[in-house]
């Protein structure tokens, strides 16, 4: 195993959210931000089968309509 502390290196790297998070701050991002209104919304984008921080992204990039966010999120699955 030469490549193994590599990968545990960037599995550490990647659950702190180093490597992918341009200009979030912390490790929720954007949840943080979110109302509670906003977070059943996410709740209910989640309940679809997606993950919390994908729903957190496409909703807010959809500036906030849950109708838009799911159609992206279908949409990025095909």
Do not use: H
Request: proline content about 3%.
């Amino acid at each position: 195993g030469a490549g193994e502390s590599l990968t545990i290196a960037e599995a550490v790297a990647a659950a702190r959210g180093g490597s992918s998070g341009g200009s979030g701050s912390g490790s929720g991002g954007g949840w943080d931000a979110l109302t509670p209104p906003e977070r059943e919304a996410v709740g209910r984008l989640q309940e679809l089968g997606f993950g919390r921080e994908r729903c957190v992204e496409a909703y807010l990039a959809c500036g906030k309509d849950e109708g838009l966010a799911a159609n992206l999120l279908f949409e990025g699955m095909g």
